[in-house]
């Protein structure tokens, strides 16, 4: 989530994965994937930036399979629970 300001000045948090577009002309314009049109005060440049560094801090810090130079901990299986089995 990333937090825009509505033109009346009022903070709004936004999913910054449903974001289809933005445009600026000269108010910032958000339009959702569902349709629903935000203006906000920020720039485009500016919205851009905070989805940018959102995604950053999401992918901080995870251990892809495809990075030997991990030095992270692979992600074990999940410990086996005593459920019989039911064709037993």
């Known amino acids: 989530m990333i937090?825009?300001?509505r033109l009346n000045s009022q903070p709004l948090m936004v999913n910054s994965d449903?974001?289809?577009f933005v445009e600026q002309s000269p108010d910032?314009?958000?339009t959702l994937v569902?349709?629903?049109k935000i203006v906000v005060r920020e720039s485009?440049?500016?919205?851009?930036i905070r989805i940018i560094?959102?995604?950053r801090s999401v992918l901080e810090?995870?251990?892809?399979?495809?990075d030997s130079s991990s030095t992270h901990t692979p992600?074990?299986?999940p410990p086996e629970t005593n459920q019989r089995d039911p064709e037993r």
Not at 44 to 48: N, R, Y
């Open 3 to 5: 937090q825009l300001t």
């Open 18 to 20: 449903l974001i289809k």
């Open 28 to 30: 910032t314009l958000v």
């Open 34 to 36: 569902n349709g629903e």
């Open 44 to 48: 485009a440049s500016d919205i851009l």
């Open 53 to 55: 560094q959102f995604r």
């Open 61 to 66: 810090g995870l251990c892809f399979a495809w």
């Open 75 to 77: 992600i074990s299986k």
